[in-house]
């Protein structure tokens, strides 16, 4: 794992690339991207699927090319900086479960899986791409990681990886959910 400044010219000789990006980057950055795309893998994202990765408001769904597969996930987690509004069930009340409640986040993360190239288009300021550049970054400074560990072996696994964070993060949502009502 290595993290580029820039868009590199070129596929690297092994592995793959991680294309990590903002929605509005992305929007602004398109035709540059597609350029890139074209260039790498010999296709362009259809223009239904960059406005699919675009739409903020676009429930979780799956489509399919012969070049790649496009996957939005509609993540559901607590907002940024709000673990104080999930209170126990001691002091709990109902405009705090109301709280609670409006400081949930449902935004969708999209994914371009291409043969050698993964495109993600997240939120602003999104957890589970930072997450994700942070540990890689780890991993790959440090050798492993922790026992067990390796870095994704492709895009699907990366996209898979990333996909069952935010799921284990829905998981960790509800628990404080049901601990709050």
């Known amino acids: 794992f290595r993290e580029l400044e820039a868009l590199p010219d070129t596929l690297p000789a ?17 035709a540059t ?15 239904l699927h960059v406005s699919d990765l675009l739409n903020n408001q676009l429930p979780s769904h799956f489509d399919y090319t012969s070049d790649y597969d496009l996957l939005v996930f509609r993540r559901l987690a607590a907002g940024a900086g709000t673990s104080a509004m999930f209170i126990d069930d001691s002091t709990g009340t109902l405009a705090s479960a109301r709280t609670a409640i409006d400081a949930i986040d449902t935004s969708p993360v999209g994914f371009a899986v291409f043969d050698r190239v993964l495109l993600t288009v997240h939120p602003t300021d999104c957890q589970v ?3 994700f550049a942070t540990r890689l970054a780890k991993q790959a400074q440090s ?4 026992p067990g560990a390796r870095l994704p072996t492709s895009p699907a696994d990366l996209m898979l990886r990333m996909v069952n964070h935010m799921v284990d993060s829905y998981l960790e949502l509800r628990r404080l959910l049901t601990r709050q009502f």
């Open 14 to 30: 092994g592995g793959y690339l991680w294309v990590a990006s903002a929605r509005r980057e992305f929007e602004v950055g398109t």
């Open 33 to 47: 991207l597609q350029a890139a795309l074209q260039r790498w893998t010999g296709a362009l994202l259809f223009d």
């Open 129 to 131: 791409r930072e997450f």
């Open 143 to 146: 050798g492993e990681g922790r």
